[in-house]
């Protein structure tokens, strides 16, 4: 019974990591044009050219990494691989920053992954 019920739990963690991990590269797309079109408005004016052009580099790159992290983590929580646990669980912490969903999606994610049934169950699984 408690191991059905942690493995819809650990399904959920799993499906909500790819789902913000989609949204957040297409975000990072999104921020990376956003910031490109705004250095282009600024025109030639040298300090606010080369801020935008720092951020408009640094904050998708940022964005992205954290993402695709998540994204693969969420890809191998539900393949039940062990090393996707430690990997979500350092994104849900940092992501517990991120107020107020991904405090949330953070302390579920931790909560779920640190249960003493759902590391049972990852040592239990075939190791491919």
């Avoid at 990072?28 to 004016?45: E, I, P, Q, R």
């Avoid at 969420?74 to 107020?100: D, E, F, T």
Wanted: charged share 10%; proline share 4%.
């Amino acid at each position: 019974m408690e191991d059905t019920r942690m493995k819809k739990h650990v399904t959920v963690v799993g499906a909500i990591h790819i789902g913000f991990g989609i949204l957040g590269l297409i975000g990072a797309l999104a921020v990376f044009f956003a910031l490109h079109f705004a250095k282009t408005v600024v025109g030639d004016d040298e300090v606010p050219t080369m801020v935008l052009g720092f951020l408009s580099l640094s904050l998708p790159l940022l964005i992205g990494f954290m993402s695709t992290l998540g994204l693969v983590g969420g890809i191998g929580l539900l393949s039940y691989q062990p090393w996707s646990r430690y990997l979500i669980i350092v994104v849900a912490a940092l992501g517990c920053l991120n107020i107020p969903i991904g405090t949330l999606k953070g302390v579920y994610s931790l909560w779920v992954l640190l249960q003493d049934e759902t590391v049972k169950l990852f040592q239990l699984q075939p190791k491919v």
